[in-house]
């Protein structure tokens, strides 16, 4: 699977049940959430804005996306689960299937981050992002068209703590709604 192909298989709305453990609090947390993938043009100012922070020609650019979510945890009631982001995946051009993935705001961080990622043999997307005081690992793989699991890992800036552990299983909304 490409990244284009990777891409292209997650646009569309999808409803998420992800339980989280936060060893460093010792908490366990169940998230549910709305999220809405959908394609940019690599001539979207957004994306030609992201690529020039990065020092990247935007022409590299295949299948950037915006990712927005919605959703509701049980550990803060009055905590708003919300967000929206940008990921624009610049290939490796010597190495198929693996590339860079730039983001306007992180994962374990809110701020813009760089990850590597490459895509296995069983076509699982692996995305692994040194943060400022974290670092995160993402594995993203389909069971069908329709039914996707992700795993995060967030962990000390050294990589050597596991600091979060999630699980999701993510159902696209056929409905649209």
Same mark, same amino acid.
């Given at each position: 699977?490409?990244?284009?192909?990777?891409?292209?298989?997650?646009?569309?709305?999808?409803?998420?049940?992800?339980?989280?453990?936060?060893?460093?609090?010792?908490?366990?947390?169940?998230?549910?959430?709305?999220?809405?993938?959908?394609?940019?043009?690599?001539?979207?100012?957004?994306?030609?804005s992201?690529?020039?922070?990065?020092?990247?020609?935007?022409?590299?650019?295949?299948?950037?996306f915006q990712?927005?979510?919605?959703?509701?945890?049980?550990?803060?009631?009055?905590?708003?689960?919300?967000g929206?982001?940008?990921?624009?995946?610049?290939?490796? *051009?010597?190495?198929?299937? &693996?590339?860079? %993935?730039?983001?306007?705001? /992180?994962?374990?961080?809110?701020?813009? =981050?760089?990850?590597?990622?490459?895509?296995?043999?069983?076509?699982?997307?692996?995305?692994?992002?040194?943060?400022?005081?974290?670092?995160?690992?993402?594995?993203?793989?389909?069971?069908? *068209?329709?039914?996707?699991? &992700?795993?995060? %890992?967030?962990?000390?800036? /050294?990589?050597?703590?596991?600091?979060? =552990?999630?699980?999701?299983?993510?159902?696209?909304?056929?409905?649209?709604?």
């Open positions: 699977m490409s990244i284009k192909q990777f891409v292209e298989n997650s646009l569309g709305r999808w409803r998420s049940q992800r339980s989280a453990h936060h060893l460093t609090f010792s908490h366990f947390e169940a998230v549910q959430s709305v999220i809405d993938i959908v394609a940019l043009s690599p001539d979207d100012e957004a994306v030609i992201l690529c020039q922070s990065y020092k990247i020609d935007p022409t590299e650019a295949v299948m950037p990712m927005t979510w919605e959703g509701q945890s049980d550990w803060d009631e009055n905590a708003e689960v919300k929206s982001c940008i990921l624009v995946p610049i290939p490796d *051009p010597t190495v198929p299937n &693996r590339g860079k %993935l730039l983001r306007d705001q /992180g994962y374990a961080e809110t701020i813009a =981050a760089v990850g590597d990622y490459h895509i296995t043999e069983d076509e699982t997307f692996v995305l692994l992002t040194t943060y400022d005081r974290a670092a995160a690992e993402e594995k993203i793989w389909f069971a069908n *068209p329709n039914l996707r699991f &992700r795993v995060s %890992l967030i962990k000390t800036s /050294g990589g050597s703590g596991v600091v979060t =552990a999630s699980f999701a299983s993510e159902i696209r909304s056929l409905s649209g709604k």
